[in-house]
């Protein structure tokens, strides 16, 4: 593990808290989220700082390259909870001069008023739970706002803060080529400098699942459709000068998300919250962390001075890692680190097969999916996988 103690400064050092509480349960989500009827938020604003300052004494003088508060929805913080965190934050660690804060936000009045409260704070960024431009898909997806409200919060985020993105679903019910061309190209005008564009998937253990199984959800896209939704979607933002950075994320040039490259590029971050995951290396060796997801059961654990669990990963567990993240971006992985992970070449028949059906490109030190190698990621990393002879399938953390 010594020749690979400081690979994690490839991708940078990123600090995600997790905020596990919603006010209603989307039918499409799978995130770990919670309906309360009330938050101590004290107490939680305690634990959230008794870990920053735990984890700030395992990794003392690492530069802190980004912060995220995800959920569930952290515009459901108070204001002074985030700036309290934040002040912490930047106590415990040195910062970038660039340093980004992004937070999650949902469109509702109430909470896009609370905007120029969270930029006081110190957050710099805001991510907009938008999903649809049209309030009978909004309806559908189980979302509190409405079109105008969307189109509102957007409007008041750009007034607060110089980096606004947010994020809209395709695939949905019923949803035509020609309506999804129509909602891009509105969202563009909207002016975001950052479109993170999904294409609905139906998870397990979601409303949407349960219905799904029983052949009650209607109305979606066959594969057809899909893979044509997706290539409108890359032709309209590349014109938009908003490119593909990543499989489902569209940014102007210096724009892009970089707490999530941190992801993709497969750097170093630590998880704070209830169900958040980490990578971090302490000593020689990489860890991946994984706290509890129950809320309370969490909060319990961390006032009881417990800490998450810790599971060492091997070179080939980080190989494997690196492949299925960074793969995702449009740089793609740079073929010499992940030899050095490895410990052996990627497989050069399998290089070959992907060249010749034009699914990957390679240039000098970079191995990329084309066009139509992103149609088709999951095999793609498939059929590179099989290189990794040590590679347990069952270890692999997503």
């Given at each position: 593990?010594?020749?690979?103690a400081?690979?994690?400064?490839?991708?940078?050092?990123?600090l995600?808290?997790?905020?596990?509480?919603?006010?209603a349960?989307?039918?499409y989500?799978?995130?770990?989220?919670?309906?309360?009827?009330?938050?101590?938020?004290?107490?939680?604003?305690a634990?959230?700082?008794?870990e920053?300052?735990?984890?700030?004494?395992?990794?003392?003088g690492?530069?802190?390259?980004?912060?995220?508060?995800?959920?569930?929805?952290?515009?459901l913080?108070?204001?002074?909870?985030?700036?309290?965190?934040?002040?912490?934050?930047?106590?415990?660690?040195?910062?970038?001069?660039?340093?980004?804060?992004?937070?999650e936000?949902?469109?509702?009045?109430?909470?896009?008023?609370?905007?120029?409260a969270?930029?006081?704070?110190?957050?710099?960024?805001?991510?907009?739970?938008?999903?649809?431009?049209?309030?009978?898909?909004?309806?559908?997806?189980?979302r509190?706002?409405?079109?105008?409200?969307?189109?509102?919060?957007?409007?008041i985020?750009?007034?607060?803060f110089?980096?606004?993105?947010f994020?809209?679903?395709?695939?949905?019910?019923?949803?035509?080529?020609?309506?999804?061309?129509?909602?891009?190209?509105?969202a563009?005008?909207?002016?975001?400098?950052?479109?993170?564009?999904?294409?609905?998937?139906?998870?397990?253990?979601?409303a949407?699942g349960?219905?799904?199984k029983?052949g009650?959800?209607?109305?979606?896209?066959?594969?057809?459709?899909?893979?044509?939704?997706?290539?409108?979607?890359?032709?309209?933002?590349?014109?938009?000068?908003?490119?593909?950075?990543?499989?489902?994320?569209?940014a102007?040039?210096d724009?892009?998300?970089?707490?999530?490259l941190?992801?993709?590029?497969?750097?170093?971050?630590?998880?704070?919250?209830?169900?958040?995951?980490?990578?971090?290396t302490?000593n020689?060796?990489?860890?991946?962390?994984e706290?509890?997801k129950?809320?309370f059961?969490?909060l319990?654990?961390?006032?009881?001075?417990?800490?998450?669990?810790?599971t060492v990963?091997?070179?080939?567990?980080?190989a494997?890692?690196?492949?299925?993240?960074s793969?995702?971006l449009?740089?793609?992985i740079?073929i010499?680190r992940?030899n050095?992970?490895t410990?052996?070449?990627?497989d050069?028949?399998?290089i070959?097969?992907?060249?010749?059906?034009?699914?990957?490109?390679?240039?000098?030190?970079?191995?990329?999916?084309?066009?139509r190698?992103?149609l088709?990621?999951n095999?793609?990393?498939e059929?590179?996988?099989?290189?990794?002879?040590?590679?347990?399938?069952s270890q692999?953390t997503?």
């Amino acid at each position: 593990m010594d020749a690979l103690a400081e690979d994690w400064r490839n991708g940078g050092f990123g600090l995600y808290i997790h905020w596990p509480f919603c006010q209603a349960k989307c039918p499409y989500c799978d995130f770990n989220s919670h309906v309360v009827c009330q938050i101590d938020q004290a107490r939680w604003k305690a634990a959230y700082i008794q870990e920053i300052d735990r984890f700030a004494e395992e990794t003392p003088g690492r530069i802190l390259n980004t912060m995220f508060f995800g959920g569930g929805t952290p515009s459901l913080m108070d204001p002074d909870v985030v700036g309290a965190i934040i002040e912490k934050v930047r106590q415990s660690w040195p910062t970038s001069n660039d340093f980004e804060i992004t937070l999650e936000a949902n469109p509702s009045s109430v909470e896009a008023a609370r905007f120029a409260a969270y930029r006081d704070a110190g957050v710099n960024r805001v991510s907009v739970g938008v999903q649809a431009l049209n309030n009978n898909d909004l309806k559908r997806l189980g979302r509190l706002h409405s079109k105008d409200e969307a189109i509102k919060a957007i409007e008041i985020a750009k007034k607060s803060f110089e980096r606004v993105s947010f994020d809209l679903m395709y695939g949905r019910q019923d949803q035509s080529a020609a309506s999804w061309s129509s909602e891009l190209t509105w969202a563009i005008d909207l002016a975001a400098d950052h479109l993170s564009l999904y294409q609905l998937t139906i998870e397990d253990g979601t409303a949407f699942g349960d219905r799904y199984k029983i052949g009650r959800l209607r109305g979606l896209p066959d594969e057809d459709l899909s893979v044509h939704l997706f290539e409108i979607t890359q032709e309209i933002c590349d014109k938009a000068g908003l490119h593909a950075y990543e499989v489902s994320n569209h940014a102007k040039s210096d724009a892009e998300s970089r707490h999530n490259l941190i992801y993709w590029k497969y750097g170093d971050y630590i998880g704070i919250g209830p169900g958040a995951h980490g990578r971090l290396t302490l000593n020689g060796n990489r860890f991946a962390t994984e706290t509890f997801k129950s809320p309370f059961q969490w909060l319990s654990q961390v006032e009881g001075g417990q800490m998450e669990s810790r599971t060492v990963l091997s070179l080939a567990d980080q190989a494997a890692e690196y492949l299925m993240m960074s793969l995702r971006l449009t740089e793609g992985i740079s073929i010499n680190r992940y030899n050095k992970m490895t410990g052996q070449k990627l497989d050069s028949h399998q290089i070959d097969f992907l060249r010749s059906e034009n699914l990957i490109n390679i240039d000098q030190d970079r191995l990329c999916t084309t066009d139509r190698g992103r149609l088709v990621l999951n095999s793609v990393i498939e059929t590179l996988m099989p290189s990794l002879e040590l590679f347990d399938n069952s270890q692999l953390t997503t």
